[in-house]
């Protein structure tokens, strides 16, 4: 049972009357389109000067995903269609690689030729530095902007959707999708742990190209949900439980298992933090884009009161700008950045984030992002 479209979103308009100067998150993200000259483009992931250098005009593919998805759910194709071409530019004018994959991140802003990268200039080494998680190219980043791409329904991007696609089930594959690669060309880190989120990912759009690994990635997933404690391990490589990992298997497969509806208790059991969700069990604060994904798979499930107490939440999270902080204040997650980090140097800040404001305005319409269809209510 889902809560009507407009339901939810006469729930978050009730909730934001208080700040009814700023704009909804959709409006507020093709704003940012809108203010880039004409053409593809990226939005830049943190929209601040408070940003690190290191994340300053950096346009994360996952979040510029995101953002395409909730422009199209909401009827802003034009704008949707800038981010779109934008990732196929990337696709096809890398600096390096021409093998289908995509990187992490890209240069904020209008598109060029070839695609260019972030970086920022390191005072103390006095040269200009690049980010290797940003340069490398994580599996459910690619697998997000195939998503993105086949959401716009036009040959052409449902062509590169599927070059993305095969890039999964050849390179970055070994009886699943693996984690991706870590660092700059030509020899960037091989990360050959298995992600139950990223073969979640995988499995969503090998779908959508009709490519039989799917149902590989489909059994990782199966096989990391634990029936004595009704969630889903992170993956291979153990640790603790994820967010995100025990909500959007709810999201991604309406045939999914009934016991795996059990994953919500544990969310509600695990993961409540002022007002909202955090990333990791036992948080240390809020997370508003995991808020935002519970509020919309909780709809989706049905429990409407949980899902308006989320959405509520997500409203003293909205900036001046429209865009929604991404938590707080400064919140860990337990888990490291890439292979060469020394702690758990992933983190979340109280700076305005690309991507929770991208999943505030899916959770508001009531939209499902893994799934492409025409009438999202």
Not at 217 to 228: E, H, I, L, N, T
Not at 317 to 337: C, F
Request: aromatic share 10%; with cysteine; proline share 7%.
């Amino acid at each position: 049972m889902k809560i009507p479209r407009r339901g939810l979103l006469a729930s978050f308009l009730l909730a934001t009357a208080a700040k009814a100067t700023s704009p909804s998150p959709v409006q507020a993200i093709a704003a940012g389109i809108d203010a880039i000259p004409a053409g593809p483009a990226l939005l830049q992931s943190y929209p601040t000067p408070a940003a690190p250098p290191a994340l300053r005009n950096v346009a994360f593919v996952y979040d510029n995903a995101l953002a395409l998805i909730a422009l199209q759910a909401a009827g802003y194709r034009a704008q949707a269609s800038r981010i779109g071409d934008a990732l196929l530019i990337a696709l096809d004018h890398d600096r390096f690689w021409h093998d289908g994959r995509l990187r992490n991140a890209y240069r904020a802003g209008a598109m060029a030729t070839p695609a260019p990268l972030p970086g920022f200039w390191n005072p103390t080494a006095k040269l200009w530095s690049e980010d290797a998680y940003q340069v490398g190219s994580a599996s459910g980043n690619v697998a997000w902007a195939a998503l993105a791409l086949f959401h716009l329904r036009d040959q052409r991007y449902t062509d590169a959707a599927r070059r993305l696609v095969s890039w999964l089930g050849t390179t970055a594959w070994d009886r699943g999708v693996i984690g991706g690669f870590f660092g700059e060309e030509p020899n960037p880190i091989r990360q050959n742990w298995h992600s139950t989120e990223q073969n979640l990912d995988a499995a969503v759009v090998m779908r959508l190209a009709g490519d039989p690994k799917a149902a590989t990635c489909f059994a990782f997933v199966a096989s990391q949900f634990d029936p004595v404690r009704g969630c889903f391990a992170i993956g291979s490589g153990g640790g603790p439980t994820a967010l995100d990992t025990n909500l959007w298997p709810l999201l991604a497969f309406p045939d999914a298992p009934p016991a795996w509806r059990r994953s919500l208790a544990w969310v509600r059991a695990h993961y409540q933090s002022e007002g909202g969700l955090g990333y990791r069990e036992n948080p240390d604060g809020m997370w508003t884009e995991g808020t935002a994904q519970g509020a919309l798979t909780f709809a989706q499930a049905g429990d409407h009161a949980m899902a308006a107490k989320l959405l509520a939440t997500l409203n003293d999270m909205t900036s001046i700008n429209g865009y929604l902080y991404a938590a707080r204040h400064e919140i860990r997650t337990g888990l490291a950045i890439g292979p060469t980090s020394t702690t758990d140097d992933f983190r979340y800040f109280h700076l305005p984030h690309l991507g929770a404001t991208a999943w505030a305005a899916l959770a508001i319409s009531n939209a499902n992002p893994f799934l492409i269809n025409s009438n999202w209510s």
